[in-house]
């Protein structure tokens, strides 16, 4: 099949303008509420968090449109065997030089900059995983392809628990399950693996730390220990109410004060709340709906099946991710320490996003490529 060449014009002209709309407005509301709240923190100190928030949404867009105009399918084709090896690096390398607390080896500090590996090691899973269900679509209900997925998933859910990231790992679990069920996996192995959960969850329980079990327990029910453990959630809960339908304003609020601790990461969510009520939050759901509902439409568009699943796996990251950290702001889960998509501060976390917009773009402007299609190989 003769291949036709396609100018940087065309694949601009291709570029899925909602998908943009969606993003840059959800990164500048971040930028406004992180301004918003610099009073909060010491002087001079909720500006860094602003300059560092800029500079990674320079980096990202920049990332982003390289990704875009680069031809994802001959990219990933030269870098398939290299996905799994360098993952397993990037966590190797994080618990060597990474730092963290309370048993949490994330972060990698570069500078006053610290970056979180598991950030980008999560596209590489996606884009890995989308492969392997590409291989076996034919036979993807079939005991010994179920069985090859089961461990090429439980080798990357190992790798960020060995870690110690445990609200990364839900964050995976998530995103791989969006992936199969998206690729067509039988409902009856997702009932089997329920009810193995339901089984093994007694003795799992036990083995817990008591830490670990306090933050499960607590996360659902933080009124039950409101001066420690559930102090940041009950203080979001406030923040959402307190916010009402229209907010208190760019410079209004108060409790918002009690999150100093969080409140330009983990839960700016409440923080926008606070400030501009019922009204931004919406909005900014609103945003993230159209982007996930807009990815999936370029899904069942692409020319390729694996593509089609990296952009499942995308949608299924932006949702589960703002699942958690909604129902975490709201006190109805655990915290687990996961950002708010295109909204917390984070540079590791921004920059990957774009990566794969970035990425999903590709698929958009790539996905009439040749003149006779589709592909089915």
Same mark, same amino acid.
């Not at 790992?169 to 339901?198: D, H, R």
């Not at 817990?208 to 409101?226: A, E, I, S």
């Given at each position: 099949?003769?291949?036709?060449?396609?100018?940087?014009?065309?694949?601009?002209?291709?570029?899925?303008?909602?998908?943009?709309?969606?993003?840059?407005?959800?990164?500048?509301?971040?930028?406004?509420?992180?301004?918003?709240?610099?009073?909060?923190?010491?002087?001079?100190?909720?500006?860094?968090?602003?300059?560092?928030?800029?500079?990674?949404?320079?980096?990202?867009?920049?990332?982003?449109?390289?990704?875009?105009?680069?031809?994802?399918?001959?990219?990933?084709?030269?870098?398939?065997?290299?996905?799994?090896?360098?993952?397993?690096?990037?966590?190797?390398?994080?618990?060597?030089?990474?730092?963290?607390?309370?048993?949490?080896?994330?972060?990698?500090?570069?500078?006053?900059?610290?970056?979180?590996?598991?950030?980008?090691?999560?596209? %590489?899973?996606?884009?890995?995983?989308?492969?392997?269900?590409?291989?076996?679509?034919?036979?993807?209900?079939?005991?010994?392809?179920?069985?090859?997925?089961?461990?090429?998933?439980?080798?990357?859910?190992?790798?960020?628990?060995?870690?110690?990231?445990?609200?990364?790992?839900?964050?995976?679990?998530?995103?791989?399950?969006?992936?199969?069920?998206?690729?067509?996996?039988?409902?009856?192995?997702?009932?089997?693996?329920?009810?193995?959960?339901? %089984?093994?969850?007694?003795?799992?329980?036990?083995?817990?730390?008591?830490?670990?079990?306090?933050?499960?327990?607590?996360?659902?029910?933080?009124?039950?220990?409101?001066?420690?453990?559930?102090?940041?959630?009950?203080?979001?809960?406030?923040?959402?109410?307190?916010?009402?339908?229209?907010?208190?304003?760019?410079?209004?609020?108060?409790?918002?004060?009690?999150?100093?601790?969080?409140?330009?990461?983990?839960?700016?969510?409440?923080?926008?709340?606070?400030?501009?009520?019922?009204?931004?939050?919406?909005?900014?759901?609103?945003?993230?709906?159209?982007?996930?509902?807009?990815?999936?439409?370029?899904?069942?568009?692409?020319?390729?099946?694996?593509?089609?699943?990296?952009?499942?796996?995308?949608?299924?990251?932006?949702?589960?991710?703002?699942?958690?950290?909604?129902?975490?702001?709201?006190?109805? %889960?655990?915290?687990?320490?996961?950002?708010?998509?295109?909204?917390?501060?984070?540079?590791?976390?921004?920059?990957?996003?774009?990566?794969?917009?970035?990425?999903?773009?590709?698929?958009?402007?790539?996905?009439?490529?040749?003149?006779?299609?589709?592909?089915?190989?």
């Amino acid at each position: 099949m003769k291949e036709y060449s396609i100018t940087n014009l065309e694949k601009l002209k291709r570029i899925d303008p909602v998908v943009l709309l969606c993003v840059f407005a959800m990164n500048a509301m971040s930028i406004v509420v992180l301004k918003s709240q610099t009073d909060a923190y010491a002087e001079g100190v909720g500006d860094w968090y602003v300059r560092v928030q800029l500079l990674a949404s320079a980096a990202g867009i920049v990332a982003m449109l390289v990704m875009t105009f680069l031809d994802y399918d001959a990219l990933f084709k030269k870098l398939r065997w290299f996905l799994i090896p360098l993952s397993i690096a990037m966590v190797i390398a994080v618990k060597i030089f990474g730092s963290g607390h309370m048993g949490n080896e994330n972060w990698i500090s570069i500078g006053n900059i610290s970056i979180q590996p598991a950030e980008f090691v999560k596209i %590489l899973m996606i884009i890995s995983f989308a492969m392997h269900l590409d291989r076996v679509k034919d036979k993807l209900n079939h005991p010994l392809s179920v069985l090859q997925l089961a461990v090429h998933a439980g080798l990357y859910v190992g790798l960020i628990l060995w870690q110690g990231d445990d609200g990364m790992a839900l964050v995976y679990i998530g995103i791989l399950t969006v992936m199969i069920f998206g690729a067509g996996l039988s409902l009856w192995y997702f009932a089997g693996a329920l009810g193995a959960g339901v %089984l093994v969850f007694p003795w799992l329980w036990n083995r817990l730390t008591v830490r670990q079990q306090n933050r499960v327990l607590f996360g659902f029910n933080p009124d039950l220990d409101p001066l420690d453990a559930g102090m940041q959630a009950i203080a979001s809960r406030e923040c959402i109410i307190a916010g009402g339908f229209r907010g208190a304003g760019f410079s209004g609020g108060t409790k918002y004060f009690s999150l100093f601790k969080a409140g330009y990461s983990d839960f700016i969510f409440a923080v926008l709340a606070e400030k501009f009520g019922f009204l931004g939050t919406f909005l900014y759901l609103a945003l993230l709906v159209t982007l996930v509902l807009r990815i999936l439409w370029i899904a069942r568009s692409t020319r390729k099946n694996y593509a089609s699943y990296i952009c499942i796996g995308i949608a299924g990251m932006i949702l589960v991710q703002a699942t958690e950290n909604v129902g975490m702001c709201l006190a109805m %889960l655990p915290v687990v320490g996961i950002t708010c998509p295109f909204l917390s501060y984070g540079p590791s976390s921004l920059l990957s996003m774009y990566i794969c917009i970035g990425i999903v773009e590709s698929v958009c402007t790539h996905s009439k490529k040749y003149y006779f299609e589709r592909e089915l190989e």
